[in-house]
């Protein structure tokens, strides 16, 4: 199993799901992306359509967090 180390060597992408940044209610609907994001970049193979499967779930996160922030602002 590859260590998170080498993870973030080969998918750099999985930089971009941290949460720790962001307010308590938006933070745990990124988690739970961030979440699947390490789960899929540690068991699917390496390859381009995993990538491409990252990059899909970090463009549904963002919108997901975008949707979360949107709501606390009571629209």
């Not at 080498?6 to 609907?29: C, K, M, S, T």
């Not at 789960?39 to 990252?54: D, F, G, K, N, V």
């Amino acid at each position: 199993m590859a260590t998170n180390e080498e993870l973030n060597e080969q998918y750099p992408i999985l930089r971009w799901f941290d949460a720790d940044h962001l307010p308590a209610g938006v933070r745990d609907h990124s988690e739970a992306f961030g979440r699947l994001a390490w789960t899929m970049a540690q068991s699917l193979p390496r390859c381009a359509e995993t990538s491409a499967a990252l990059r899909k779930l970090l463009e549904a996160k963002d919108c997901a967090v975008r949707a979360a922030i949107l709501g606390k602002e009571g629209n």
